[in-house]
């Protein structure tokens, strides 16, 4: 037994160092800490606290969603897989993923599982809480359509108080304005795959969120309606057709408030 196992170490040596046993972790999902608190779930390859002001602020978004948008408290968890470099990222989703254009974080929805792929970065704050903001969102409703998910996701990504205004979103936004541009959510209501979507469409997305949230009560009740039938329908009533219904002259209206952005000086407070 002794020589057959002298004999054999040279080749388990060179199998470890190929790879070949398995503990080459290239296309792996991150498991050396796993964290569980409230509805989430974080796997990770760093060594990570409990109260790491990264899992305190996420704790704290899911909190101003639910609350803000007047979601039912789900219990169904959102998991986060996160990996402790960009390398391993990319390789696991080139191999689960393969179809998915390159990004630094992505939210994928299963009837299995809710989860958020991400890496240590240096925007892993922003990135995080833009994909967890789907993850809380899937959690809670039956369906969410494509620009009202990311809309809302961009919106929420923002560290600070619901109701940060994008400084570079709205500088563009204007300029559009300013050559003629005309915005339309029924434009936007025909994506459904992410990659139909465009940056332009992610600026315009969260503009129509954060004027439904604070322009008026008007606006803010049209979207939290909405959001209520999608809990158990898949197809209700388009937002754009119940905009038009509630609000008369939308897009002017719309475009005043992309304008008068430009002027606000840190955050705007949810309409009441």
Known sequence: MQSFLRALIPTLLAAVSAGC???DRAGSLPKKTAIRSQ????????RLAKDHE?????NRLKTEVTHQLELPDAQQQVVVYLFGDEKRYRDYLAKEYPTLPPRRAYFVGTSKELAVYTYWGDRIQE??????????LHAALKEVPLWLDEGL???YELKGPPGQVNREYVARLGQQLSQGWAP??????????VDQMRREDYREAWAWVHFMLHSSDATRDVLLAYLRDLRTE?????LSARLRNEVPGI?????????????VPVALSAAK
């Open 153 to 155: 996701a961009e919106y």
């Open 251 to 263: 897009e002017a209206r719309f475009a005043s408030y992309v304008g008068s952005l430009g002027s």
């Open 234 to 238: 898949a197809q209700p009533v388009l």
């Open 21 to 23: 046993l398995g503990m």
């Open 39 to 46: 509805s989430l779930h974080v796997l990770t390859d760093n």
């Open 127 to 136: 990135d995080l809480r833009h994909e967890y903001t789907h993850g809380v």
């Open 54 to 58: 990264l899992l305190v602020d996420l």
């Open 184 to 193: 339309s959510i029924e434009r936007l209501e025909t994506l459904l795959t």
